[in-house]
């Protein structure tokens, strides 16, 4: 019989993880798997907006503005956007680039 199978293990296992401190328990679960189990408002607290934005080219953070300010864009720099950028402003403001 597995150790899983026996009854109390979940109980058993769970009780064992909150007194082993966080530091230790950290390097063995990976870091992708540590975000996805956090909503996106958590995974981004405490970040300030200079963080949260790296990583971004200047067309990704296009899509970072409102719709209404994307409606002031002119069209010559929207069209000068790649694509797939164009694509998602396109379904937001409903106007053809």
């Known amino acids: 019989m ?5 009854e109390g293990f979940d109980e058993v296992l769970r009780t064992v ?27 981004l607290a405490g970040l300030t907006p200079e963080q949260r934005l790296a990583g971004l080219t200047p067309e990704q953070r296009t899509l970072l503005m409102p719709d209404d300010a994307l409606r002031l864009l002119p069209g010559d720099y929207l ?18 680039l």
């Open 17 to 43: 993880l909150t007194k082993v401190p966080i530091e230790a328990l950290l390097p063995a679960l990976p870091v992708e798997e540590l975000l996805a189990a956090l909503p996106p408002e958590q995974r």
């Open 2 to 6: 597995a150790m899983r199978e026996l």
């Open 79 to 96: 069209r000068s956007l790649p694509e797939d950028i164009r694509a998602q402003i396109r379904a937001r403001i409903g106007r053809s």
